[in-house]
């Protein structure tokens, strides 16, 4: 199938405004379920990964949340001074950090379990059409990873 449009250039026919503006308007939806948790969206996808598995070790994160560990350092720290985790140094390898939940950390899974029907709900759209759209983003990802020769 050929993709045709009278203006190639239109700026509502790109594919990268699309998802910057998809991604700043999903954000927003967030932002005020999580305020009240008192996190960000990116403090958010840490604490879903360690909720996940924990502990994981900062390169493990890193690759995970797809962040370099010089962006997601400063998230680690403020995550930490708030109480949710803790990074020590691994004994099997000093020179790795191994971040683990806290207490605190873990009974914020309780309250965040709140979050995907209300995202669901805010957004208007479906289950099933919210899975195709993350089906499809997936895809979107691994072929600009291969296009980018790094992994996804």
Known sequence: ???????????????????????????SVYRPLLEPMGLTHPQYLVLLALWQEAPLSVK????????????????????EAAGHLTRQRSAEDERQLAVTLTEQGRALRTEALLI???VVRRLGLGEAALRDLHTSLTAVIAAAADENGSPA
């Open 116 to 118: 995907p029907p209300a």
């Open 60 to 79: 493990e994160l890193s690759t995970r949340l797809q962040l370099d560990p010089g962006t997601l350092s400063p998230l680690l720290k403020r995550l």
């Open 1 to 27: 199938m050929s993709y045709h449009v009278k203006d190639p250039l239109a700026l509502e026919e790109q594919v990268c405004f699309a998802m910057v503006v998809a991604a700043r308007s999903v954000l």
